[in-house]
Structures are given as C-alpha cells and as structure tokens.
C-alpha cells in the first residue's frame, strides 16, 4: 500500500506563487509516473500536470502551462508543484496521485494512488 501526504497548500494574493509538494511512503516510486490533479467545490476533479519516472517527460493541462512546474526527486520519494502566478480560478483543492506506468497521461483512471489532498486559495 502506497501512501502520499501532500503538503504546502495555503491562502495567496492573485500573482502570488506556492510550492507544493507530495511524500510517498512506496518503495518503488521512482519506478512510477507521478501527476497532480486539483477539485474546485462543485466541480469534477481535473488533471493538472504529470510526470515521467526520470522527470523527461512533463505534461500539464493548457491553463497553468507557463505558470505551473512539477518536478521530482526520487531520492526523497517527492514530487512537487512550483506555482507561479496564481489567479483565483487556480483555488482548489490539490491532489498529487502516483501513475500505474511509467509515462504520466491525463486520465483519472490511470492513477491508482491518490493523497488526501492540500488546499490552494488565491485571493483577487
């Protein structure tokens, strides 16, 4: 059983910046693409960026390209989300999940790991 603990959530200024970042207690999570997801109340969780194995590979979802940067660290079983210029419709909660391959993609149910989640709210 794989375990993932999001951390780094909190209340920001529109333009403002955030890190976050996500412990998995698994013993192979290097071998494991890694992705990030947030939920706004009242709307249907969605894909926000992914990750391959050796970090070569990134993936994010139109609105946060630019602005957003996941990376990972395999020797502390970490994986982050750099957010820089937040906007209010970027409050959510975030939910890093732990891929069943190797290469990330955008679909929930290729995901079989999944934190509890860390709240984002950016005030305009």
């Known amino acids: 059983q794989v375990q993932l603990v999001e951390s780094g959530g909190g209340l920001v200024q529109a333009g403002g910046s955030l890190r976050l970042s996500c412990a998995s207690s698994g013993r192979t999570f290097g071998s494991y693409a890694m992705g990030w997801f947030r939920q706004a109340p009242g709307k249907e969780r969605e894909f926000v960026a992914g990750?391959?194995?050796?970090?070569?590979?990134?993936i994010y979802r139109d609105s946060v390209k630019d602005r957003f940067t996941i990376s990972r660290d395999n020797a502390k079983n970490t994986v982050y989300l750099q957010m820089n210029s937040l906007r209010p419709e970027d409050t959510a909660a975030y939910f890093c999940?732990?891929?069943?391959?190797?290469?990330?993609?955008?679909?929930?149910?290729?995901?079989?790991?999944w934190g509890q989640g860390t709240q984002v709210s950016v005030s305009s």
């Open positions: 990750i391959s194995t050796r970090g070569v590979t990134m």
């Open positions: 999940a732990q891929h069943r391959g190797r290469t990330p993609s955008k679909g929930l149910a290729e995901y079989t790991y």
